[in-house]
């Protein structure tokens, strides 16, 4: 999300030439998610749920900055689609399997391929915006 926000900070109109962000406030967020499970006793499943929140955020700074390739951007909202299939599927594995969805192959197989053809979509946007970049004249980049 951090990453998205200074892309479109730095497309914004209102500021000329946009500040880095400090390694100081990003070096600690690491530490801190590995710490939180230990210090707060939240459950996984809760930090999957609050998750997305700032996933939207990512891609809401990400789709105004309008400077992500198309393909990238469809393949980013495509893990909501995958996101979106996973839970009524680990609900099912739970329920009709008694079991993980990580234990039930087929289901898991069938979810984890949205999150590959996400993977996919977002390397081939990227690798289009490279090979689309690098054929503008220098005086357009």
Same mark, same amino acid.
């Given at each position: 999300m951090a990453a998205a926000w200074w892309i479109w900070r730095s497309t914004s109109a209102t500021t000329?030439?946009?500040k880095p962000l400090s390694l100081n406030v990003l070096l600690? $967020?690491?530490? =801190? =998610? =590995?710490? $939180?499970?230990?210090?707060?006793?939240i459950a996984k499943e809760t930090l *999957?749920? !609050?998750s997305l929140f700032p996933y939207l955020g990512f =891609?809401? *700074?990400?789709?105004?900055?309008?400077?992500?390739?198309?393909?990238?951007?469809i393949g980013?909202? !495509?893990?909501?689609?995958?996101?979106a299939v996973t839970i009524p599927a680990g609900i099912y594995a739970k329920t009709a399997y008694g079991a993980n969805l990580a234990d039930v192959d087929w289901l898991h197989g069938g979810a984890e391929s949205l999150l590959t053809l996400s993977n996919i979509l977002v390397v081939l946007g990227f690798r289009q915006g490279l090979i689309d970049r690098r054929s503008l004249p220098a005086s357009q980049i």
């Open positions: 000329t030439e946009p600690p $967020l690491p530490v =801190l =998610l =590995l710490l $939180l499970p230990s210090v707060f006793p *999957f749920a !609050a =891609l809401w *700074f990400l789709t105004r900055s309008k400077q992500t390739p198309r393909l990238a951007l980013f909202y !495509a893990l909501l689609v995958f996101v």
